[in-house]
């Protein structure tokens, strides 16, 4: 199974404040990575897909980047919306695999 | 809009079956890929099935392999899962998804509200 290691676990910013979480792949995943918030109680909302590209409707100061098997996402000015848990998807093979999330918080 | 509702969900005791289902509107469902992603407790996501948009693919973790079987109706706009022989470490939020294609890129685009499942005696 691809192992996909996510860090930080959690990551307080401040208003404003660009920050970047980041996803190593075991293997190359060919840019086959998708970025997922989720907020306190409610279901995954895509982000990225195709490790850079905006899904629909999302506010631009998301963007990814990375290739190979190091990825990243980054938030270009902390929003107090922005709260919440992040997740990578590796989609390159089965079985689709998880980075186990980061916890982004308000300082 | 693009719905996904999924339903059947409760506490279960180990070793018993539950059946979940997942109601899907505002897309063409027969168009479209669909897995199940379980959410344990406070802990991350995990992929469990997927099934292809027509059925005659499907595709499962091995810790649900000939324990789970995804399944669908085209007819009816639904998504399956079959739960049998149910144990405490599949106790999870249950989540439908459908499935999108980039290229070679392949993520989950929509996600149902999700379905709690307690396995407990």
């Known amino acids: 199974d691809i192992q996909m290691t996510q860090s930080p676990a959690s990551l307080s910013a401040s208003l404003g404040e660009t920050i970047s979480i980041e996803c190593r792949a075991s293997e190359d995943i060919y840019s086959n990575l998708a970025w997922y918030q989720q907020k306190s109680g409610k279901s995954p909302q895509l982000l990225i897909y195709a490790a850079n590209r905006l899904q629909d409707g999302v506010p631009s100061r998301f963007s990814g980047s990375g290739s190979g098997t190091q990825y990243s996402l980054k938030i270009s000015g902390m929003q107090p919306e922005d709260e919440g848990d992040y997740f990578c998807l590796q989609g390159s093979k089965f079985p689709f695999t998880f980075g186990s999330g980061t916890k982004l918080e308000i300082k | 809009e693009v719905q996904l509702v999924e339903s059947g969900g409760g506490l279960v005791q180990p070793g018993r079956s539950m059946k979940l289902s997942c109601a899907a509107s505002?897309?063409?469902?027969?168009?479209?890929?669909m897995a199940w992603v379980r959410q344990a407790p406070t802990k991350g996501l995990e992929w469990v099935a997927t099934?292809?948009?027509?059925?005659?693919?499907?595709y499962y973790r091995d810790s649900v392999k000939g324990r789970f079987t995804i399944s669908r109706d085209n007819a009816k706009s639904t998504l399956y899962l079959q739960m049998n022989s149910l144990r405490s470490e599949d106790t999870a939020t249950y989540y439908c998804?459908?499935?999108?294609?980039?290229?070679?890129?392949?993520?989950?685009?929509?996600w149902g509200q999700g379905v709690m499942v307690t396995v407990s005696s």
């Open positions: 505002g897309f063409t469902f027969s168009n479209y890929g």
């Open positions: 998804t459908r499935d999108e294609y980039y290229g070679y890129n392949y993520y989950f685009d929509y």
């Open positions: 099934i292809s948009y027509d059925g005659s693919s499907t």
